[in-house]
T-cell receptor, first 114, second 118 residues
């Protein structure tokens, strides 16, 4: 069975602070895919990043960066210099085969205040 | 690119009626579509996997006779909630995998349909 844990339920930061969202996953499969999605108040999910289990290279994209550590089964997401528009619920998700649906974590609600 | 639409975005119906929700991939072909349900302030739960031209695969605990899924073409999947009851009220979200980039595993999500059963 697969499981995704997002221990942080809610995070509140002041604009321009950096914030890291934690994600820990469990799977017995050696090949798997990890994702981060953002869900603003409108409800529509926005794809942020995908990582394959065989690619541990971390990535930076603008203000976003991701830290994938197989040794600790973690796939953390950092927003640098947060902005009010970053306020949303962020979901980490896992798929063990590309043809299967996603197992989502419970989400972390991020509130960025001016 | 990679846009997924859902219709309707909102639906209110009386208990006992059936409701059909459409999910379309607008600019790509999707051999596989997925249906999720999200209750308020909760995570998304996979309900079923819809494959074009074949029967849907339902997750454990999801009643296939209550949630009818049809994937008749590479751009359209429908979810019909039959004999809806108040406990079926939820946010239903579909996603689609681009046929041309299936190996990446990325799913593109629709905007969701809010169902309220009175």
């Amino acid at each position: 069975a697969q499981k995704v844990t997002q221990a942080q339920t809610e995070i509140s930061v002041v604009e321009k602070e950096d914030v890291t969202l934690d994600c820990v996953y469990e799977t017995r499969d050696t090949t798997y895919y990890l994702f981060w999605y953002k869900q603003p108040p409108s409800g529509e999910l926005v794809f942020l990043i995908r990582r394959n289990s065989f690619d541990e290279q971390n990535e930076i994209s603008g203000r976003y960066s991701w830290n994938f550590q197989k040794s600790t089964s973690s796939f953390n997401f950092t927003i640098t210099a947060s902005q009010v528009v970053d306020s949303a619920v962020y979901f980490c998700a896992l798929s063990v085969r590309y043809s299967l649906g996603l197992n989502f974590g419970k989400g972390t609600s991020l509130l960025v205040t001016p | 690119g990679a846009v997924v639409s859902q219709h309707p975005s909102w639906v209110i119906c009386k208990s006992g009626t059936s409701v059909k929700i459409e999910c379309r991939s607008l600019d790509f072909q999707a051999t596989t579509m997925f249906w999720y349900r999200q209750f308020p302030k909760q995570s998304l739960m996979l309900m079923a996997t819809s494959n074009e031209g074949s029967k849907a695969t339902y997750e454990q605990g999801v009643e296939k006779d209550k949630f009818l899924i049809n994937h008749a073409s590479l751009t359209l999947s429908t979810l019909t909630v039959t004999s809806a009851h108040p406990e079926d009220s939820s946010f239903y979200i579909c996603s689609a995998r681009d046929r041309s980039t299936e190996a990446t595993g990325t799913q593109y999500f629709g905007p969701g349909t809010r169902l309220l059963v009175l």
